[in-house]
C-alpha cells in the first residue's frame, strides 16, 4: 500500500477530500455532495479515499478522469472490478485507456465543453482545455464561498503542464491559459499533482507568480525553464 496524505476543503453544500498518493505525487480528489461522490482520476492505492467516503457515509457515483496518461488512469481497472459506475472523460483522450480492462472501456461515458454533470446538490462543469493532450478537460463547481477548478496537467501550483507528450500543443495550450485567466481571480486550483509550494492555489496568485501561467507567445513559453 501506497503512503497517503491528505486535506479537507468545505463548501456549504459539498466537500472537497485531497490524496496524494504514489510516487509521481498525484493528487486523487473525492468531491462529496448530499451522500454523494465522484473520484477525479485515480491511483491503485483506493484505500485512501475509501476510508474517507466510508466516514462520509457517500456513495460512489462515478470516476472523473481529467485526462488518460498513465498516472491519471492507473487505479481505473481496480475501480472497475470494485465499483459498478461509469469513467467519465473526453474522447480526445480515450488513446489512454486501450489497454485497460473491457469493464473499464464498457462503462466510458464521453465528456463535451459545457456538459454538466449533477452530483447530489450542485453541478459540476466540464471545461475542455486541451494543450497538455488533446482531450484533458478541467472540472468547474461554482460554490458559494468560491469557484473549484480541478485542473489534471493543465496547471500546477506556480507552473503549468507540458506540452511535448502526444497529442500535446504549445499554440493549443495557450489558448487554454488564456482562458483560465478569465475565470474569477478568486477561483481555487486544484492540480493533478504537487508540484508546488502549497498544495492548491487560486487564479489571483498564478497571475501574479507564475511566468508560465501568463505566457502569451510560444516563443515566450517554450523559453521558460
Known amino acids: 500500500m501506497q503512503a497517503s496524505y491528505s486535506a479537507r476543503y468545505e463548501d456549504r453544500l459539498f466537500c472537497i477530500d485531497q490524496h496524494l498518493i504514489g510516487s509521481m505525487r498525484n493528487f486523487v480528489y473525492l468531491i462529496t455532495s448530499d451522500k454523494q461522490s465522484f473520484i477525479v482520476d485515480s491511483q491503485k492505492d483506493l484505500s485512501a479515499w475509501e476510508k474517507t467516503r466510508d466516514e462520509l457515509g457517500s456513495t460512489l457515483k462515478g470516476v472523473l478522469l481529467t485526462h488518460t496518461h498513465h498516472d491519471h488512469v492507473a487505479g481505473v ?87 511535448d507528450l502526444e497529442t500535446g500543443s504549445t499554440p493549443v495550450m495557450l489558448q487554454t491559459l488564456a482562458r483560465l485567466r478569465a475565470l474569477p481571480a478568486s477561483t481555487v486550483i486544484y492540480p493533478g499533482h504537487d508540484y508546488g509550494a502549497t498544495w492548491t492555489t487560486t487564479i489571483e496568485r498564478e497571475l501574479r507568480e507564475s511566468a508560465a501561467f501568463t505566457a502569451q507567445t510560444v516563443a515566450e513559453f517554450d523559453a521558460l525553464p
Open 77 to 163: 481497472d481496480e475501480l472497475a472490478e470494485k465499483y459498478d459506475v461509469p469513467f467519465y472523460l473526453h474522447r480526445g483522450d480515450i488513446r489512454g485507456l486501450n489497454k485497460k480492462s473491457q469493464l473499464v472501456q464498457s462503462r466510458t461515458k464521453y465528456l463535451n465543453e459545457g456538459d454538466k454533470l449533477r452530483l447530489g446538490k450542485i453541478d459540476i462543469e466540464i471545461l475542455h482545455t486541451p494543450g497538455h493532450s488533446a482531450g484533458e478537460c478541467c472540472f468547474l463547481i461554482r460554490g458559494e464561498k468560491h469557484w473549484h477548478l480541478f485542473t489534471g496537467d493543465t496547471v500546477f501550483v506556480g507552473n503549468v503542464g507540458r506540452t
